[in-house]
């Protein structure tokens, strides 16, 4: 949420900038369980953006935005939500994330191919509910700049995201070790789409 705003407030700035309908319902939470017995989160126009039926355990506090800077840079139709591990000492520091634009206008943050660097990327098969496998890349760190450092490496310590296509979205999941996101948590979120 935008900072000093009311839940009210944002969404009335979200309908009057997209100037579309949207759906909202509560996200309730869901700590490490299925939750695919939810509705639509957010619908745009005519695009329906989905939401994980499953979160690691300790995760909720689900905020929406949209337009934001980092992501694919899709514009007013990238939408992004992100959680939070409640029982982590900095939440709001490594969240996880989901991304889905429509119309991205770059590779997913941190993940871009760079001249003469060498990124991490593997293929990883996701099987969605009545959808046979798709295929996703997995990126085991992401580009960071070290202090003292020229130019920015990929750092796998921490960060870990997987980027695929979910019917006309383009989507990126991004995740925490440290926050409790391991690789086979990363790949069930992104498996969990509806």
Do not use: C
């Amino acid at each position: 949420m935008i900072m000093g705003t009311s839940r009210r407030e944002f969404f009335a700035r979200l309908f009057a900038l997209l100037g579309g309908v949207a759906i909202w319902r509560s996200p309730g939470t869901a700590a490490g369980k299925n939750i695919s017995s939810r509705k639509p989160l957010v619908s745009l126009l005519s695009t329906y953006y989905p939401q994980p039926t499953y979160l690691p355990k300790d995760f909720g506090s689900m905020s929406v935005y949209t337009d934001l800077p980092d992501g694919f840079e899709g514009g007013p139709t990238e939408v992004a939500l992100f959680y939070r591990n409640r029982s982590h000492p900095h939440p709001f520091q490594y969240p996880l994330t989901v991304y889905m634009a429509v119309s991205p206008k770059r590779e997913f943050m941190g993940t871009w191919t760079r001249a003469g660097g060498d990124r991490h990327e593997e293929s990883a098969q996701l099987e969605f509910e009545g959808r046979s496998g798709v295929t996703a890349k997995y990126y085991d760190g992401m580009w960071r700049h070290s202090p003292g450092a020229s130019s920015p490496g990929w750092d796998i310590t921490d960060a870990h995201s997987v980027v695929f296509q979910w019917k006309e979205l383009t989507v990126g999941v991004r995740g925490f070790r440290s926050a409790g996101v391991s690789r086979e948590e990363l790949l069930r979120v992104a498996a969990s789409l509806r």
